[in-house]
């Protein structure tokens, strides 16, 4: 069944770090996705997240507001660009990556989307986030 979710019903917690908020709107919890997580993310001026990968899930990435900085290669650090607003950023499954916001003085804000049904997050240093593994493929 078609589902509308409004800013009010979207599930808001910290993200990878308190510097980051999720604001999920599609994922199994909220609406019985099977295959689909979408949220809103927002990150504080400077802050990044832990060397990390998710899984099996490939991530889409709109830019809303402000400048991301994306590290990614073998390691997570090895090549590095940035992304504007308007721009989509694509992450393979289990590319190593690090995210940031490159601003020192704005907040980043980021539509995300996986094909998993809800957040997936691998660190390399170990630990998760809370997140529900997505299924077998």
Do not use: K, W
Not at 19 to 40: C, F, H, K, T
Not at 51 to 59: K, L, S
Not at 75 to 86: C, K, L, R, S, Y
Not at 91 to 120: F, K, M, W, Y
Request: with cysteine.
């Amino acid at each position: 069944m078609a589902t509308r979710i409004t800013p009010a019903e979207r599930r808001t917690s910290i993200g990878q770090h308190a510097d980051m908020e999720r604001s999920i709107a599609v994922s199994a919890g909220q609406v019985g996705s099977i295959g689909l997580y979408s949220s809103m993310v927002t990150t504080e001026p400077g802050a990044r997240t832990r060397i990390h990968h998710h899984g099996p899930c490939e991530t889409s990435i709109y830019i809303v507001s402000g400048t991301a900085r994306f590290t990614f290669g073998p390691t997570g650090v090895e090549d590095t660009f940035d992304a504007e607003a308007g721009d989509f950023v694509y992450i393979p499954a289990g590319e190593i990556h690090v995210e940031e916001n490159a601003s020192t003085d704005r907040q980043l804000v980021v539509i995300l989307t996986r094909n998993c049904p809800d957040s997936h997050v691998v660190y390399l240093d170990g630990g998760g986030d809370g997140g529900t593994p997505p299924p077998p493929r």
